[in-house]
């Protein structure tokens, strides 16, 4: 049986968390996701907010969307106001969801700052292997649904989440993690 290789060189890798992907397959819910990252609102303040920008549907089909998100883990409920015998709940994003596209004339400079780049987090990786390997392992196994299944990278996965949530708390945080 003839081995099929390949000459092609990984340049990136694309993730695709299932949770998320579902969450964020109706556009709207993309919109809600970037009205609730600088500002906390209620469901009614989303539904009106929504009907600015033309979205225009009845106020429980807004929270279903809500939900959808918080259930996905996107949106947490930020504080509770109560009010003539009510609460009510207010929503923020806990999560940015990008979906941009470089400039065609952008690709230099970005490989040349990767490469730049990519010793430091070749050693930082390391580092983290050598002082969570074990913990690393344990996780990746628990990913893996079944031993067909271990040839599937999810210890590439789990290493890029760590690092994605690092730079969410070094850089985008007000209150980095110490």
Same mark, same amino acid.
């Given at each position: 049986?003839? #081995?099929?290789?390949?000459?092609? =060189?990984?340049?990136?890798?694309?993730?695709?968390?299932?949770?998320?992907?579902?969450?964020?397959?109706?556009?709207?819910?993309?919109?809600?996701?970037?009205?609730?990252?600088?500002? *906390?609102?209620? %469901?009614?303040?989303?539904?009106?907010?929504?009907?600015?920008?033309?979205?225009?549907?009845?106020?429980?089909?807004?929270? &279903?969307?809500?939900?959808?998100?918080?259930?996905?883990?996107?949106?947490?409920?930020?504080?509770?106001?109560?009010?003539?015998?009510? =609460?009510? $709940?207010?929503?923020?994003?806990?999560?940015? %969801?990008?979906?941009?596209?470089?400039? #065609?004339?952008?690709?230099?400079?970005?490989?040349?700052?990767?490469?730049?780049? *990519?010793?430091?987090?070749?050693?930082?990786?390391?580092?983290? #292997?050598?002082?969570?390997?074990?913990?690393?392992?344990?996780?990746?196994?628990?990913? *893996?649904?079944?031993? &067909?299944?271990?040839?599937? $990278?999810? #210890? =590439?996965?789990?290493?890029?989440?760590?690092?994605?949530?690092?730079?969410?708390?070094?850089?985008?945080?007000?209150?980095?993690?110490?």
């Amino acid at each position: 049986m003839p #081995e099929f290789t390949s000459d092609v =060189t990984v340049d990136d890798i694309a993730v695709r968390d299932t949770n998320v992907s579902s969450a964020v397959d109706e556009p709207v819910r993309a919109m809600i996701l970037d009205m609730l990252a600088d500002t *906390a609102r209620s %469901v009614t303040e989303i539904d009106a907010e929504l009907a600015g920008r033309g979205y225009d549907r009845t106020l429980n089909t807004v929270r &279903h969307h809500v939900n959808e998100l918080r259930d996905a883990g996107l949106v947490e409920v930020a504080r509770l106001e109560e009010r003539n015998g009510g =609460t009510t $709940k207010y929503y923020r994003a806990n999560t940015i %969801v990008l979906s941009y596209a470089l400039p #065609e004339d952008a690709r230099a400079a970005v490989d040349s700052m990767a490469r730049d780049l *990519a010793p430091d987090i070749a050693a930082l990786v390391a580092d983290l #292997e050598t002082t969570h390997g074990d913990a690393l392992e344990r996780i990746a196994d628990e990913m *893996a649904p079944c031993e &067909h299944c271990r040839s599937q $990278k999810y #210890e =590439t996965y789990l290493l890029l989440t760590i690092l994605r949530r690092a730079f969410v708390a070094g850089t985008l945080r007000d209150d980095p993690v110490q």
